[in-house]
């Protein structure tokens, strides 16, 4: 069963990770891409507009 | 004859239930308007990622390891497995840092915050149970490190990370029972409660 489309990972993941060190702290590349993502999601969610709010302005409070 | 059948225990568990929980706060039409931000959607997010770890794992169960690891609609599920688990800690920890953030174990809402940080608990034990049961190298090297840490505890003699069959029946059986149960009870105790109220606008809540 082999479905090769020739479609590569858009980051070649192959290979062991890439560390940072810092004093005591110890993280990998990738690790520390998804703290940073994280942080980005959660000030998006509370800066960006919700779709749909006018309509619901002074509806219930 | 009435007084018989109000004591019948299903006739009280139906009035407890309509009572504490009806209709539409279980699946109310609206909210309140502050609930329109992007913030109150990691909850969901987070549901819906779980739901589809749950689903991907049914399929590798279905299939087991040796079509998993060799074919690639098993190497597929298997990182939509991994990726969806990525997505479920991502959400839950955006949204754990949301309610944080607005305090929203004001107003009796103690319970939900503590059956959540239970489940993030969870969670990491079910995942890590996970990363035992790949059938790999990866698994093997996971479980040879983790041995020590936990035979120091004195846990080793009944909670053993190589013994593969207990490490994959608490991943596969056990932790998502209780993963499953604890957030029904954290989303039914969210609908009980209704969404907390912000916290400028009704100090009266606070404690
Ligand atoms: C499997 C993990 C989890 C799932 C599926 C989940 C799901 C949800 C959902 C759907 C809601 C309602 C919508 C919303 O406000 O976002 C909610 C509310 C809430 N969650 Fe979670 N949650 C999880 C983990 C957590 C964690 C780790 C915490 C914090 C330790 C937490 C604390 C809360 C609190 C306090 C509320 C109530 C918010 C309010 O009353 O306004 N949850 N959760």
């Known amino acids: ?61 | 004859m009435s007084t018989t059948i109000d004591r019948q225990w299903t006739t009280r568990l139906r009035k407890r239930v309509e009572g504490t929980l009806p209709p539409e706060k279980l699946l109310p039409d609206t909210q309140p308007a502050y609930v329109a931000s992007w913030i109150y959607v990691f909850g969901v997010l987070t549901l819906v990622a779980m739901a589809e770890v749950i689903g991907t794992g049914v399929i590798l169960a279905i299939f087991g390891p040796q079509w998993w690891h060799v074919s690639s609609v098993g190497h597929f599920i298997n990182s939509m497995h991994l990726w969806g688990v990525e997505i479920f800690f991502f959400a839950m920890i955006v949204h754990l840092w949301g309610k944080f953030a607005m305090a929203a174990w004001r107003g009796g809402r103690t319970l939900t915050w503590v059956t959540g940080a239970v489940t993030f608990l969870a969670s990491i034990l079910t995942a890590f149970t996970g990363y035992l049961s790949q059938t790999n190298f990866d698994s093997q090297w996971i479980s040879t490190q983790a041995k020590d840490g936990i035979n120091s505890t004195g846990g080793g003699a009944f909670f053993n990370v190589l013994n593969f069959g207990q490490m994959l029946m608490w991943h596969i059986v056990l932790m998502p029972i209780v993963a499953v149960a604890l957030v029904a009870f954290h989303v039914i105790l969210v609908r009980i409660k209704g969404v907390v109220p912000p916290i400028v606008e009704n100090p009266e809540v606070g404690q």
Not at chain 1, 32 to 47: I, R, S
């Open chain 1, 1 to 61: 069963m082999s479905l090769d489309w020739g479609l590569g990972a858009l980051i070649n993941l192959n290979h062991p990770g890439h560390y940072l060190h810092w004093h005591v702290i110890d993280v990998s590349v990738a690790n520390l891409t998804v703290m940073v993502l994280m942080v980005v999601a959660f000030v998006a969610a509370l800066v960006l507009p919700f779709p749909g709010r006018k309509h619901r302005k002074g509806e219930e409070k």
